[in-house]
């Protein structure tokens, strides 16, 4: 069993508020987790992708009253979004009679904004965990690598050899085009979305050019900005936004594109093994997405991350404003020797960050030049996991 991050963030917050919703794509482990809280906590469990347990919700008030003495983990919530009235009616029962926390816990595998969409919002009774794939800090040092390769779903990262992790890769792709996407109310023909997505694959790490990517898949671009905002919603792409700060000069304002999980980059793109990735020209930005997301996943909340670009191309591939308005620059280099262009320079004069990073493919920690440090992916995630957290 690996340890997560969250579990402990995860208890505080059911010690806090009535329900917590925990958030995070298809097997990422939600379920594993829940039921580790379950272990500790007396609870009952409804997956509510099973006809069994969906048709004890028929009547939510009845059924859920009987266990109002329980936490009541409701899996893959979004299957039932009728049911988040219910649910406001018994928190706020569970108020009255004194019980003002660890009410419900619910799993979803939709972005905060769709699991909004589907029922009324319990605004002021739930709070909102995003549960991300695995991350360099918890395996051991020796297995990141084949993290960067395999990606950090455990599934695909436990595989017994990189075929079945392949195999369980490609498997996850088409359920998600052939089932989850339908059950959003989409109508998107799965192959022009997988199109979509491996287009995006393609162009890891770089620039959002929606007529590009209408032109590679033959529709409009208003077409481009609804497949976008699944993938985004579906918390499979991120959409890193540009930083704008008040420096008087011209600044791109397109967002870069990542997916997620590097894995997933690798089974798009059919590169299924170490050699295969290293012979492809997306192992720069299969490599910068993949430090960008582990230093997002273990970065503070209310953590704001963008990227710098100038007109002229001066730029700093992740800036993270944390709590307290400190800005932290991390340049991203695949490689054991990394060296620094005169527009990264430009950027950081410009911004003027507090700390400045550059994350290349060593272990050693060293100075580059005054105030830039060269450090690896796992001790970086471990400065920012050693920040206070809330």
């Known amino acids: 069993m690996i340890e997560r991050h969250l579990f402990q963030t995860l208890l505080a917050r059911l010690d806090h508020f009535p329900a917590v919703a925990l958030l995070g794509s298809r097997q990422v482990g939600k379920t594993t987790l829940a039921k580790q809280v379950a272990d500790r906590r007396?609870?009952?469990?409804?997956?509510?992708?099973?006809?069994?347990?969906?048709?004890?919700?028929?009547?939510?008030?009845?059924?859920?009253?009987?266990?109002?003495?329980?936490?009541?983990?409701?899996?893959?919530?979004?299957?039932?979004?009728?049911?988040?009235?219910?649910?406001?009616?018994?928190?706020?029962?569970?108020?009255?009679?004194?019980?003002?926390?660890?009410?419900?816990?619910?799993?979803?595998?939709?972005?905060i904004d769709l699991l909004k969409q589907s029922g009324e919002s319990l605004a002021g009774r739930i709070a909102y965990l995003e549960l991300e794939p695995l991350d360099v800090t918890e395996i051991s040092s020796a297995e990141a690598d084949r993290l960067w390769i395999r990606g950090g779903y455990p599934e695909s990262f436990l595989a017994p050899s990189d075929s079945l992790s392949?195999?369980?890769?490609?498997?996850?792709?088409?359920?998600?085009?052939?089932?989850?996407?339908?059950?959003?109310?989409?109508?998107?023909?799965?192959?022009?979305?997988?199109?979509?997505?491996t287009m995006l694959a393609h162009s890891q790490g770089a620039l959002l050019n929606a007529a590009r990517l209408a032109q590679g898949i033959a529709v409009e671009g208003k077409a481009v900005a609804r497949y976008l905002d699944l993938l985004v919603?579906?918390?499979?792409?991120?959409?890193?936004?540009?930083?704008?700060?008040?420096?008087?000069?011209?600044?791109?304002?397109?967002?870069?594109?990542?997916?997620?999980?590097?894995?997933?980059?690798?089974?798009?793109?059919?590169?299924?093994?170490?050699?295969?990735?290293?012979?492809?020209?997306?192992?720069?930005?299969?490599?910068?997405?993949?430090?960008?997301?582990?230093?997002?996943?273990?970065?503070?909340?209310?953590?704001?991350?963008?990227?710098?670009?100038?007109?002229?191309?001066?730029?700093?591939?992740?800036?993270?404003?944390?709590?307290?308005?400190?800005?932290?620059?991390?340049?991203?280099?695949?490689?054991?020797?990394?060296?620094?262009?005169?527009?990264?320079?430009?950027?950081?004069a410009d911004l003027k960050p507090k700390r400045t990073f550059v994350v290349y493919s060593g272990t050693e920690r060293f100075g580059m030049t005054a105030g830039v440090e060269a450090i690896g992916i796992r001790e970086l995630c471990g400065e920012l996991l050693s920040l206070p957290r809330i």
Do not use: M
């Open 166 to 197: 392949v195999a369980w890769r490609t498997s996850f792709i088409r359920t998600y085009l052939e089932r989850d996407v339908p059950q959003f109310g989409s109508r998107i023909p799965a192959e022009t979305l997988r199109r979509f997505w």
């Open 42 to 111: 007396n609870s009952i469990y409804l997956d509510l992708e099973a006809p069994a347990d969906r048709s004890k919700l028929v009547d939510p008030v009845q059924f859920l009253s009987a266990h109002r003495d329980k936490l009541v983990i409701l899996d893959e919530v979004q299957r039932l979004p009728d049911l988040f009235q219910a649910l406001r009616g018994l928190i706020d029962q569970g108020r009255s009679r004194g019980r003002r926390s660890g009410q419900f816990l619910l799993l979803g595998s939709a972005s």
């Open 233 to 348: 919603d579906l918390l499979l792409v991120r959409r890193l936004p540009p930083y704008h700060p008040n420096v008087g000069k011209r600044l791109v304002k397109s967002p870069k594109v990542y997916v997620r999980d590097s894995g997933l980059v690798h089974a798009l793109l059919t590169l299924d093994d170490r050699d295969a990735v290293f012979g492809h020209p997306v192992v720069g930005g299969s490599w910068e997405g993949f430090v960008i997301e582990n230093l997002l996943r273990v970065a503070p909340e209310r953590t704001e991350a963008s990227f710098y670009r100038t007109g002229t191309g001066a730029e700093i591939d992740l800036v993270l404003k944390l709590p307290g308005n400190r800005v932290w620059a991390v340049e991203v280099k695949r490689g054991l020797a990394p060296t620094l262009e005169r527009g990264f320079h430009i950027a950081r």
